[in-house]
């Protein structure tokens, strides 16, 4: 799976825990991987150049933010949202597709470590 978050040169915590955490359960860092993961930080906006090289690529976003001073942001089919954080724009698009309380959660990922973690619960 690639991992894709904020990389910054001086250091963030929040941005760092990524290269560490995800790893852990999902294993390590795969460029390939037909699966890009966002994670921890405010990432989410149109223009972000961490997102321009994954178009047709599926896209998990587990916990991430959308980008201070942004109005809107709409997710096409290529994205799967499972939580964002912080406060949301007012306008957030998303088609019934991505987002459906009757679909199963199937991620197909298997845990790579003992470390513990919240037990995972399927959506039905």
Known sequence: MEYIYYKDAKGNFGDDLN?????QFFGPHDP???HAF??????????????????GRRKIVFGTG??????????DGDWDVRFL??????????TSTLISPTRRMRWGFRRTTSA???PQKNIE
């Open 38 to 55: 966002v994670g921890i930080g405010s990432i989410l906006a149109h223009d972000s150049p961490l997102f321009r090289s994954l178009n």
């Open 85 to 94: 954080r912080g406060r949301c724009p007012p306008i957030i698009s998303v």
């Open 66 to 75: 959308v980008r201070p001073g942004y109005k809107s942001f709409s997710f």
């Open 116 to 118: 513990s973690h919240p």
């Open 19 to 23: 290269a560490w955490l995800w790893p």
């Open 32 to 34: 390939s991987s037909p």
